[in-house]
């Protein structure tokens, strides 16, 4: 699975609104909704299970990054929003530091072999320092789309 498969570019946010955990996934979610991932109408009950998730355990791993995902019968394909935030927003992160970029996924409820594939993805390349730091560091749909474009054809070893 590539990054480019699961992140669509109409839910690319280069400079999140958000100054809170909350807010920035609402406006992720936002994203999503307007990239076709998901119904408008079915954005309130994503936001509140993915809140209810953070609120049970942080997906803010540390290092900068969280990780919010979610598995609901309303989401068709598996697809990814990314968002950066310039000033870093509290995530209750492991590392107990401010989260600047976040990948937030939506899955099929009943595909989850295919949710744990796009994790396993998205965890990889947010484990190697050079990606965090580019990503962190675009300021445009285009900067975010050529990196991930960029790391999917690294991992494919091209």
Do not use: C, W
């Amino acid at each position: 699975m590539k990054l480019t498969d699961i992140v669509h570019k109409d839910a690319i946010v280069p400079s999140l609104a958000a100054t809170d955990r909350d807010e920035a996934i609402r406006e992720l979610v936002d994203a999503l909704v307007a990239s076709g991932a998901t119904e408008a109408e079915a954005a309130p009950g994503l936001v509140e299970k993915l809140l209810d998730r953070e609120r049970k355990g942080s997906t803010g791993f540390g290092r900068g990054v969280a990780v919010p995902h979610v598995k609901h019968r309303s989401v068709n394909t598996i697809r990814a929003a990314v968002g950066i935030s310039q000033q870093g927003i509290d995530f209750q992160a492991l590392d107990k530091q401010p989260v600047y970029t976040i990948f937030l996924l939506l899955s099929p409820d009943d595909r989850p072999e295919e949710h744990l594939q796009a994790m396993e993805t998205i965890f990889k390349n947010l484990s190697k320092d050079t990606f965090r730091r580019f990503l962190r560091q675009s300021d445009s749909v285009e900067a975010v789309v050529g990196l991930l474009d960029e790391a999917d054809h690294q991992q494919l070893g091209g």
